[in-house]
């Protein structure tokens, strides 16, 4: 394949990923079939960058003239109108399947279920309570610069852990089966992987030593947690699991930044 051709190919891939994991409007150009849009996920990371400086502008600039509270909020907000509450949604679904499923056929019915459950409403406010109130600390404890550098970091590594998932669990839906995730379901290979890395290599270059290894150290406890809870309950991941990996591993790195900065360990 001549260099043209591979760096049409790889812009091909990047839109899909765009069209796929975000908002973000994409030429009618755009070719989609069931191998681009499985090797797109190599650049999932890379709609995190998107998502956290949307997220971060609004955040950093708001501050200034709303407060704390309320630009966080905004933020989370941009956030969600960013990837149309997609890794929310799944993690909702998440919530409502394993809480009111105990076999795996019933947890996946439930899961398809597109009406939201008690459990999920709890979920969801849960998890939107904790990444409000870690992100509000955050942004009082830190510069803007670290402030920008901590969300680019997780929301490109969070997403990476859910590209891990997908490299090690198998995916437990057939496929003609519909699914929010049937297309980018398939098993990845070491190219998709290391490029999604790289695509965390850049923020994780940029910001400190103790705040990445922290990071890090954060995001692989609940990738492992998540993934052996998903292979004990179903025997694999599914796109909802996926969502919820993006979301446990955002609002983890968040909290545990917020601890270490608390506790003196981080400065």
């Known amino acids: 394949m001549s260099i043209a051709k591979l760096l049409k190919h790889e812009l091909n891939l990047l839109l899909n990923a765009l069209s796929f994991f975000s908002r973000v409007p994409v030429p009618n150009s755009v070719t989609y079939n069931a191998t681009s849009l499985s090797q797109c996920v190599a650049y999932f990371p890379f709609v995190g960058w998107l998502v956290a400086w949307l997220s971060a502008a609004v955040m950093i600039g708001l501050i200034p003239v709303l407060g704390a509270p309320l630009a966080v909020l905004l933020s989370m907000v941009a956030s969600c109108w960013a990837t149309g509450a997609f890794h929310e949604d799944g993690f909702a679904d998440c919530c409502d399947g394993f809480g009111g499923g105990y076999q795996t056929e019933q947890i996946l019915t439930i899961m398809k ?80 992987l290391v490029l999604a890395l790289c695509w965390v290599a850049v923020p994780a270059i940029l910001i400190s030593t103790d705040f990445l290894a922290l990071a890090l150290i954060s995001s692989l406890v609940v990738t492992v947690l998540w993934a052996r809870y998903l292979n004990l309950k179903l025997g694999g991941y599914t796109g909802d699991g996926l969502g919820a990996q993006q979301q446990l591993a955002e609002v983890m790195i968040y909290i545990a930044l917020v601890a270490g900065l608390n506790t003196g360990v981080l400065v």
């Not at 709890?122 to 309570?129: I, R």
């Not at 997780?154 to 519909?178: G, K, M, N, T």
């Open 113 to 192: 279920d597109s009406r939201l459950g008690t459990y999920g409403v709890l979920g969801l406010c849960c998890m939107l309570a904790l990444k409000f109130s870690a992100l509000l600390s955050l942004s009082q404890q830190l510069s803007m610069m670290n402030l920008l550098l901590v969300i680019w970091l997780a929301h490109s590594l969070s997403r990476f852990s859910a590209v891990l998932l997908i490299w090690r669990l198998d995916y437990v839906r057939e496929p003609s089966e519909p699914s929010k995730a049937k297309a980018v379901a398939q098993s990845i290979g070491r190219k998709e």
